[in-house]
């Protein structure tokens, strides 16, 4: 079992930026792939960004690389999501998510079954 913990959460200005922190329970955690995931009020569940047990991989949603930055520490049980020039439209509740589930040469981080979930954490981008 593996327990998430988001937080870094919060009001932000546009063009601000903001670093996300998930934090796991779990000595099986630097084995799993973690995924960052948001919703926004009445909008469908959206992927954010991927990383695989290593940190040697990642994956990130269209229109997303480039501003956003996924990062792991092993040793800390920590998975990071760091967010720069942020826009209105990226206002959501961020979610992280896990699975131990292993990833082939040819699929992508956000295919993975995502089996555990934290609770969110709040990100509001002000215009």
């Known amino acids: 079992q593996v327990q998430l913990v988001e937080s870094g959460g919060g009001l932000v200005q546009a063009g601000g930026s903001v670093r996300l922190s998930c934090a796991a329970s779990?000595?099986?955690?630097?084995?799993?792939?973690v995924g960052w995931f948001r919703q926004a009020p009445g909008k469908e569940r959206e992927f954010v960004a991927a990383?695989?047990?290593?940190?040697?991989?990642?994956d990130y949603g269209d229109s997303l690389k480039g501003r956003f930055t996924i990062s792991r520490d092993n040793a800390k049980n920590t998975v990071d999501l760091q967010m720069n020039s942020l826009k209105p439209e990226d206002t959501a509740l961020y979610y992280c998510?896990?699975?131990?589930?292993?990833?082939?040469?040819?699929?992508?981080?956000?295919?993975?079954?995502?089996?555990?979930w934290g609770q969110g954490t709040q990100v509001t981008v002000s215009s």
């Open positions: 998510a896990a699975t131990a589930a292993t990833i082939s040469d040819t699929s992508r981080l956000r295919e993975l079954p995502y089996a555990y």
């Open positions: 779990g000595r099986t955690f630097p084995s799993y792939a």
């Open positions: 990383i695989n047990w290593s940190g040697v991989r990642t």
